[in-house]
């Protein structure tokens, strides 16, 4: 009986979280360069040391990028992401802090397109759901820029607020995918099952750590055996 109960759990668990895409084979797939990623979420996520970690992963993959500092409002988000730019060797596209994110992203897409470079990864300044103007500015920013995938970071640690805060950046700007950060925190998963099964979006890679090597791609036969199932 035990047995029946865990297969029947290990089933429904499966069906429910969606196959996440290959963002690397997107972006390499893509025929007319540059692939634009853009980052949405709320404040304090890890949304900035996110980006880093792709930028790192496309580093290794062979694939090359260009960061858009879009966060033009949170004091010194600029310069920490310069800073993940000057490690990475990746170079940044920044305005003046009060300035507009959409232009910053349209120039960093301009520059990638005049410099041959793969992929333009987009900051966004962290924003609560609720504040309706600060929404208004990412759809400007997406409308604008016309990325190819819309990535909501969110923090495993959040619990079932996470599902209101996804649903209202889809509405904006229709995500295509998921990264939880801080998911070596939540040792059972509850969040990453509640996101699946509410929000219908795959997450792609979960945040397991600080260091740019800390970024796990979501495998959900993994996910499921940690469980114990």
């Not at 853009?38 to 996110?50: R, S």
């Amino acid at each position: 009986m035990e047995k029946e109960i865990k297969d029947s759990l290990k089933r429904i668990i499966e069906e429910i979280l969606v196959e996440p895409f290959d963002l690397v084979d997107e972006i390499k797939n893509k025929k007319e360069k540059p692939y634009v990623i853009l980052f949405c979420g709320i404040n304090g996520t890890g949304k900035t040391t996110t980006i880093a970690k792709i930028a790192d992963l496309l580093n290794k993959k062979k694939i090359s990028c260009v960061l858009a500092a879009g966060d033009t409002f949170r004091a010194a988000s600029i310069e920490q992401l310069k800073k993940h730019g000057e490690k990475l060797k990746v170079k940044v596209i920044n305005h003046e802090y009060g300035s507009d994110p959409a232009s910053v992203g349209f120039d960093a897409i301009k520059y990638a397109e005049k410099n041959k470079i793969d992929c333009v990864l987009i900051d966004t300044a962290g924003r609560m759901h609720t504040a309706k103007n600060l929404m208004v500015q990412i759809e400007k920013v997406a409308k604008v820029c016309k990325p190819d995938c819309k990535i909501f970071v969110g923090e495993s640690t959040t619990g079932n607020d996470i599902i209101e805060q996804i649903k209202t950046f889809d509405e904006s700007v229709k995500i295509d995918g998921i990264i939880l950060s801080k998911a070596d925190i939540d040792e059972k998963g509850g969040t990453a099952l509640s996101v699946g099964m509410t929000t219908g979006k795959p997450i792609l890679y979960l945040g397991t750590g600080q260091e740019y090597k800390d970024l796990e791609k979501f495998d959900k036969t993994k996910f499921v055996e940690k469980l114990g199932l």
